[in-house]
């Protein structure tokens, strides 16, 4: 009888996790060869120094469309010895409204020397770090880099010149000032990118939207 109570309750917790995930999208460790997840808003190491808002337990998660499209990446560099590595997928728009509410607390700089040391953070919605509306909340937007996935640097990132959500010039996609290995290795990323339906953001050179994306209107909140 316990068991059949266990099983019961399982069933109930499948089907609950299930229902969270609206029907035209999928989860991200569906992709094979896998990707690796580093959803750096779900711990402190980001812009924000703190877990945001809608980050707790975040859903993994992105439109059926860009599962593909990633699925498809993930095999042309397989066959090279790399992967790719995803920072973030959907956002919730809570999430969104998180970094507006952080903006405007002018006085907390706790990240500025990591993350916008070059910029006051008054300015970053002007300048189109942050924005009341993210193309994240759509469900077909990723922040990726590429890793290796040979034994040896198996999860290594290679350089791009700047990390992730860094705010400034370095990490605009023709910034000039890197080494060449590093403008190789950013030129790799976007042409594996936009050659399979994604385009890419001019200020950031990790953030891709998929061309075709099936909710190009509609901001989630799940």
Same mark, same amino acid.
């Given at each position: 009888?316990?068991?059949f109570?266990l099983?019961?309750?399982?069933?109930?917790?499948?089907?609950?996790?299930s229902s969270?995930?609206?029907?035209g999208?999928?989860?991200?460790?569906?992709?094979?060869p896998?990707?690796l997840?580093d959803?750096?808003?779900?711990?402190s190491?980001n812009?924000?120094?703190?877990?945001?808002?809608?980050?707790?337990?975040?859903?993994?998660v992105?439109? +059926?469309?860009?599962?593909?499209?990633l699925?498809k990446?993930?095999?042309?560099?397989?066959?090279?010895g790399?992967?790719?590595?995803?920072?973030?997928?959907?956002r919730?728009?809570?999430?969104v409204?998180?970094?507006?509410?952080?903006s405007k607390?002018?006085?907390?700089?706790?990240t500025?020397?990591k993350?916008?040391?070059?910029?006051?953070?008054?300015?970053?919605?002007?300048k189109?770090?942050?924005?009341?509306k993210?193309?994240?909340?759509?469900?077909?937007?990723?922040d990726?880099?590429?890793v290796?996935?040979?034994?040896i640097?198996?999860?290594?990132?290679?350089?791009?010149?700047s990390?992730?959500?860094f705010?400034?010039n370095k990490?605009?996609?023709d910034?000039?000032?890197i080494?060449?290995l590093?403008? +190789?290795?950013? +030129?790799?990323?976007?042409?594996?990118?936009n050659?399979?339906?994604f385009?890419?953001?001019?200020?950031?050179?990790?953030?891709?939207?998929?061309?075709?994306?099936p909710?190009?209107?509609?901001?989630?909140?799940?």
């Amino acid at each position: 009888m316990k068991k059949f109570i266990l099983f019961l309750f399982f069933l109930f917790l499948n089907g609950c996790n299930s229902s969270n995930i609206p029907p035209g999208f999928s989860k991200i460790e569906s992709i094979e060869p896998p990707i690796l997840l580093d959803i750096r808003y779900s711990g402190s190491d980001n812009f924000l120094g703190r877990t945001v808002v809608g980050y707790e337990n975040p859903k993994n998660v992105l439109t +059926n469309e860009t599962i593909k499209a990633l699925t498809k990446i993930q095999k042309i560099l397989s066959k090279n010895g790399l992967g790719l590595k995803l920072f973030d997928g959907y956002r919730p728009q809570k999430s969104v409204n998180n970094f507006v509410e952080w903006s405007k607390e002018i006085s907390d700089t706790l990240t500025k020397e990591k993350y916008y040391p070059d910029e006051k953070k008054d300015s970053l919605f002007f300048k189109g770090y942050v924005a009341e509306k993210s193309g994240h909340s759509r469900g077909s937007t990723v922040d990726v880099t590429l890793v290796y996935t040979d034994s040896i640097n198996y999860g290594k990132e290679l350089d791009m010149g700047s990390g992730w959500d860094f705010f400034g010039n370095k990490s605009w996609i023709d910034y000039d000032s890197i080494t060449d290995l590093q403008k +190789n290795n950013r +030129n790799y990323l976007q042409a594996i990118m936009n050659q399979n339906g994604f385009k890419s953001y001019s200020k950031e050179w990790w953030h891709f939207t998929l061309i075709n994306e099936p909710y190009p209107h509609t901001y989630f909140d799940f």
